[in-house]
């Protein structure tokens, strides 16, 4: 399979091209043109790029990419990872941005299909658009009750800051490191705000407005975009493809 006919779909399927982000979203390291066989990983690691190398893989899709808003020096770490990368003839495509926001593909999205939410629209501003999700509970249910099934279904051990209700009717969900949009949470009226981790500043902000967060780890709210990614390469082009689970514990 060519390599350019994976990323057309993925940067069309993404539109890759059309969404403001600070990633270098898209094809970010070229291999010499042919895929194989495809890995999927969260993170653009060495440790990630030496497994795809051994499984033998001739292209990496990964949510946090090599190249970002600055320019790169390649010494150290950014050298052995290039250096890898080239030697093995693998390819590396980056989605941020516009993986956590696509509307079926996307982290965000994904929740709904894991947890079995009820999602009743967007929520999240960020860089003038929604990335996120609202979640509306049939009936209230505790934060314990959500905390636990969160565990289950994400495989984390979530951080809790239970500052609100009890018993929750509503939340928003936006993966990641999405801290910074509790204020918008607060300001919506919502009985919950769910993420990927926290910031020290954040947690008064949270306790003095009463509202409940839980931090279900950086990592483990954004393995599902690259899945996502992985059973529609597997579908459209009956390709060959591997998960590479290298959790950091946030």
């Not at 066989?37 to 060495?46: E, H, I, N, R």
Request: proline share 2%.
């Amino acid at each position: 399979m060519k390599l350019e006919k994976i990323t057309n779909l993925l940067d069309e399927t993404l539109k890759i091209k059309e969404i403001e982000d600070y990633s270098q979203n898209g094809l970010q390291v070229e291999n010499s043109g042919q895929v194989k066989k495809a890995g999927f990983t969260v993170d653009a690691s060495l440790a990630a790029f030496q497994q795809a190398a051994e499984k033998g893989a001739d292209l990496l899709v990964v949510h946090h990419g090599l190249f970002w808003d600055k320019p790169v020096i390649l010494t150290g770490s950014m050298y052995n990872r290039i250096k890898l990368l080239l030697e093995a003839d693998i390819a590396l495509y980056a989605a941020h941005l516009p993986l956590d926001m696509h509307a079926t593909l996307g982290n965000n999205a994904r929740v709904q299909k894991i947890m079995g939410w009820e999602v009743s629209g967007d929520f999240g501003e960020y860089k003038g658009v929604e990335i996120g999700k609202k979640v509306d509970f049939r009936s209230p249910v505790s934060i314990h009750q959500i905390t636990r099934e969160i565990s289950e279904k994400l495989n984390c051990e979530p951080l809790v800051w239970n500052f609100g209700k009890e018993k929750v009717k509503n939340a928003g969900y936006v993966s990641g490191g999405a801290i910074g949009l509790l204020q918008q949470a607060i300001d919506e009226g919502l009985d919950l705000f769910i993420t990927g981790e926290p910031k020290h500043e954040c947690y008064w902000v949270a306790k003095e407005a009463g509202i409940n967060v839980i931090f279900a780890g950086h990592y483990a709210t954004e393995t599902l975009g690259v899945k996502a990614i992985q059973e529609l390469l597997q579908k459209e082009f009956n390709l060959e493809c591997f998960f590479i689970d290298l959790p950091t514990g946030l």
